[in-house]
């Protein structure tokens, strides 16, 4: 790699779990092919896996990622477009060395970049791995390429990938919900037909056709003007429930049957319930955003519950550490120990209607006593200035809250009897991230408006 080339890497690109960026004007074909290879370097990779998500630069990044690696000496396999959880699969189940799926994830159509792992499909993060492979695009260190090219081949999953999703749970048992599903062009409408067509649920299948244009709306649920269509829908056909994927379709979000949004805490602990009533004592591991419904649920169904920073990287490593069944983020993020310790976008969905299926209950019946008890603020985020505002800030709030139960084990986390809260900076800007609950609405309500001026005084 030539000096111009480095020279015009923008180092922002990596970021703490995967490279993200405009294309072509931060990410383009030759970034691509040098990523490829460093990536190769960095691992001492001798065969990897490559899947692309549907964006309209995807093949071209992709084409020019794989020519990267096998110019560095590695034997590639391509499983074509695939999401990335299948990317994770088949990664793990073959022992591959390492992969990369090429996406920007739930990034506008402009983005592209690639999120990579090492074998076992464990994530190279900001912490191991995406910080040296941008030190040597950004300095110009990429060792010359090997002696002689990888060899290339091409690899379909997805029959097997579906196989492996259903045995998460019993199909037989799945009762023939009215369900609503969106795939927001992404590639959730190429694996979730295949799925869905072997339970007996009826379905309504929304943004199905894979399109990189996203002519309905961007493929990310969590933002509420991508979630109209569905939640018309969910109404308007009087579903039992509502699922949809972001865009390449790691994550799945839930809309219950009045067209309410369910936040990842919920989901988390009833995914929990689901796995401990077929594996009681089992452990479970939730970052510290969530609700303590997450925690109070796993202790109602005996589990052991265990905390954890945010991150995939660090609840994968902790799932490892405490070969824990089921791993849960509040953003969407779930991780199986029995899909090799990754996280997992389909896989959620059965498992709920499955629970559904199994207790008779609707998925807003299944809330109902979670939405009783704990009253969540929401992610709530804030731009501060300055890196070294961050600190300031977080030093005055661990000040404020001396009194209560406080510990920095991701930003800062405090706890008193009726609330809770935790503020967290972004890894990549100045910007601080607020996630607060209290036992009752005027509660959090009031403590959520305290704790938010202190961050922006």
């Known amino acids: 790699m030539d000096a111009a080339r480095s020279s015009r890497v923008n180092p922002s690109i990596f970021k703490a779990y995967d ?16 990523i490829g290879r460093a990536f190769v370097d ?110 290339y081949a091409e690899q379909q999953i997805l029959a097997d990938y579906v196989t492996h999703v259903l045995s998460f749970i019993d199909p037989a048992i799945i ?6 599903l969106d795939a927001g062009s992404g590639i ?5 037909p295949p799925l869905f067509d072997k339970l007996a649920c ?47 379709a790691d994550r799945c979000f839930f809309i219950d049957g009045r067209g309410g949004f369910v936040p990842g805490d919920f989901i988390t602990a009833l995914l929990a319930e689901a796995f401990l009533l077929k594996h ?27 905390m954890n920073r945010v991150g995939h990287a660090f609840i994968k490593r902790r799932m490892r550490e405490e070969n824990a069944i089921f791993g849960g983020e509040v953003t969407g993020h779930y991780y199986f120990r029995d899909n090799f310790f990754a996280d997992n976008g389909f896989i959620p969905a059965l498992l709920i209607l499955e629970l559904m299926s199994r207790k008779g209950q609707t998925l807003e019946d299944l809330l109902a006593p979670l939405r009783a008890k704990y009253f969540i603020s929401g992610e709530i985020n804030t731009r501060v ?21 406080v510990y920095r084990m991701d930003g800062v986390s405090a706890e008193f009897p009726d609330w809770h809260f935790n503020v967290r900076p972004s890894n990549t800007e100045p910007l601080l991230r607020l996630n607060l609950e209290a036992t009752t609405p005027d509660l959090m309500e009031r403590r959520r408006d305290e704790v938010l001026a202190l961050i922006r005084a």
Request: proline share 5%; net charge negative.
């Open 19 to 34: 490279v993200r960026a405009l294309y072509p004007a931060e990410i383009d074909e030759s970034i691509a092919t040098d």
């Open 280 to 306: 009681p004592g089992a452990t479970i591991i939730y970052d510290l955003r969530a609700s303590y419904a997450v925690r109070d649920t796993v202790a109602k169904y005996g589990g052991q519950a265990l």
């Open 42 to 151: 960095y691992l001492h990779a001798r065969r990897i896996a490559v899947g692309r998500d549907m964006r309209l630069s995807s093949p071209s990044l992709c084409a020019a990622f794989i020519a990267g690696a096998r110019a560095q000496g590695a034997h590639v396999v391509d499983f074509g477009l695939c999401g990335t959880d299948m990317l994770y699969f088949g990664v793990a189940r073959a022992g591959f060395d390492g992969g990369a799926a090429i996406t920007a994830s739930h990034n506008p159509k402009q983005y592209n970049g690639v999120k990579l792992v090492r074998r076992e499909a464990f994530p190279l993060s900001g912490e191991a791995g995406i910080t040296e492979i941008r030190d040597m695009l950004v300095n110009g260190t990429i060792p010359p390429p090997g002696a002689r090219p990888g060899d």
């Open 175 to 180: 009762e023939p919900f009215n369900v609503v």
């Open 202 to 248: 009826r379905t309504t299948r929304l943004c199905f056709t894979v399109d990189g244009n996203f002519p309905n709306h961007e493929a990310n649920p969590l933002i509420e003007e991508n979630r109209r269509d569905i939640v018309e829908r969910v109404v308007a056909e009087r579903a039992d429930v509502g699922i949809a994927w972001d865009g390449d």
């Open 385 to 405: 200035g300055s890196m070294e505002t961050v600190d300031l800030k977080l030093d005055a709030l661990e000040a404020r809250y001396a009194e209560g139960n």
């Open 188 to 192: 959730g409408g190429m694996v979730a």
